[in-house]
């Protein structure tokens, strides 16, 4: 499956971003999803994810409550909306899948990988 991550920028700290992930060659529904970030000299860590048909999601702590992730299997496309954005948010933001489930919080459970998109929180 290939992923395409878009709708990342500039925003000021307290603003909003809706991040989207469009998948393409394979069926999507057939997927967990994941979003990740990585910010200069830290090693990527999980930001979200969700099953197969989105019934159930995880977050890490840092972003419980101010981030929700959802996924549209008709348009295979997963999303991100991030509000009460913060400076320490400030990454690049990486959409990923993979074919089993469990083990959702783990960079390496991944098979797939997007490229990422750029999320900058001024203060």
């Known amino acids: 499956v290939q992923l395409q991550a878009s709708g990342g920028g500039l925003v000021q700290a307290g603003g909003s971003l809706r991040l989207s992930c469009a998948a393409s060659?394979?069926?999507?529904?057939?997927?967990?999803m994941g979003w990740f970030r990585q910010s200069p000299g830290k090693e990527r860590e999980f930001v979200a994810a969700?099953?197969?048909?989105?019934?159930?999601?995880y977050y890490a702590d840092s972003v419980k409550g101010r981030f929700t992730i959802s996924r549209d299997n008709a348009k295979s496309t997963m999303y991100l909306r991030m509000n009460s954005l913060k400076p320490e948010d400030t990454a690049v933001y990486y959409c990923?899948?993979?074919?089993?489930?469990?083990?959702?919080?783990?960079?390496?459970?991944?098979?797939?990988w997007g490229r990422g998109t750029q999320v900058t929180v001024s203060s």
């Open positions: 990923a899948a993979k074919a089993n489930s469990g083990n959702y919080y783990s960079t390496r459970a991944y098979t797939y």
């Open positions: 060659g394979r069926t999507f529904n057939g997927y967990t």
């Open positions: 969700i099953r197969r048909y989105g019934g159930v999601a």
